[in-house]
Structure formats: C-alpha cells, structure tokens
C-alpha cells in the first residue's frame, strides 16, 4: 500500500528571519525558542505568522522565505502516480528504489502494487503476478544474464506497482502542489494533501489556521 513518512523539517527559524530581511523588521519578529531536556520547540508568533502568509498570498516572487524551508520524506507510491509526481522538478529532488537493478531480487506479492477497488484489477494482479514471479525464476536460473527476460520483467510491470522514492522538497513546491492538486481524481493526491497539513508550520504551505 502506498504510504508517506516525514523523515526531516528544517529551516522554519532561518526561513522567518529572512523573511524580514527586506523590511529590516527583525526587532518586530515574534517567533520564539524554547528547550526542555525532551525537546526544542519553535512558536511562530502572530506577527511573523501574518506577514508569512501575507506574502505568500502576494505571489511566488513575494514568498522566497518558503524555498528555504525543506523536508525530507520517504514516498512509497504506485508507478502511475509518480508518473504524476515528476511534473513538479523545481524545489525538489528524488532518489529512488531502483526497478532496473532490484526488481529481481525477491518475488512479488500482492503487497507490492497498490489495492485498487475493482474486480478488474484483481484478476490481472492474479495473472500479472504469476507472471511476472515465472520471469524472476528464469532470470535467477540464468544467473542474471538473460537481458531479453529481464527486459520483459521490467516492460510487462504494471503501473500500479509501489516504489519508494526519498524526496526532498521545498514548502514553496509543496504550496504549488497542494494547490493545484485540489479535487483530483486520484486518490493518492488526497492522501498527499493530507500529509502535507501534518507537517510542522502547514500554515505556511495551506493558509489554513492549525
């Protein structure tokens, strides 16, 4: 099943300080720091909180503080979504699990591609996987030398199967996408949006009050 973990936020502080830097408003900053032996916590304050969003508001151009804030995420997503994915270049980067190199390694189950709700699809994943699995074992019998099998492993994988992908984005690239992907049709994208809002500051990307 496809899935999404948060695996690191940085430069929210960094972010809020430059933001003022065209204003030379750092006295007016009321974002704060506070430590206990547990944790750090960052409080965005309500004047640094409405000039963000105000200039989020004003355009891409206005906003340049939200290219500095970057995450990290492990994505594991099916094939037909990350066709999707990959529209989206600035701000973001992707190192992926490697079809070409690993897709052998092991056979496939059912795990493996996403669970579409169509009896449809469920009986190709009951041929497809069989399938696919028989060229694994002639490829592995080969002793990984048959190209032609392998070739057709790799063209005959449907696009339901998951791969996961470490990504890192901007929150300026993660604003453009949870804007346009809006009332898609695909349910990944939902999923997507809604990972985004469990990310720290989320305002910053959603506009919506936490």
Request: aromatic letters at 12%; one cysteine or more; charged letters at 30%.
């Amino acid at each position: 099943m496809s899935s999404i973990e948060t695996l690191e936020v940085a430069g929210i502080k960094s972010a809020i300080h430059a933001m003022r830097n065209p204003y030379d408003s750092w006295d007016k900053t009321d974002t704060t720091i506070t430590y206990d032996p547990f944790e750090t916590r960052l409080t965005v304050g309500p004047a640094d909180k409405e000039l963000s969003m105000r200039l989020a508001k004003a355009g891409t151009e206005h906003c340049k503080h939200l290219r500095m804030v970057e995450v990290w995420a492990d994505i594991s997503m099916p094939l037909y979504w990350w066709k999707e994915f990959d529209t989206y270049r600035t701000g973001v980067e992707k190192v992926s699990c490697s079809t070409m190199h690993k897709i052998h390694s092991r056979y496939l189950t059912f795990n493996d591609f996403q669970n579409v709700s169509s009896d449809n699809n469920v009986c190709l994943l009951e041929y497809i996987i069989p399938r696919l699995n028989g060229l694994i074992e002639k490829y592995k019998k080969s002793d990984y030398k048959d190209k032609d099998v392998w070739y057709t492993l790799v063209a005959e994988l449907p696009s339901s199967y998951i791969q996961k992908r470490t990504v890192m984005m901007s929150y300026a690239a993660l604003r453009q996408i949870y804007n346009q992907r809006r009332g898609h049709k695909l349910n990944e994208w939902h999923e997507f949006r809604e990972w985004i809002r469990t990310l720290p500051e989320s305002w910053m990307i959603t506009d919506e009050n936490e």
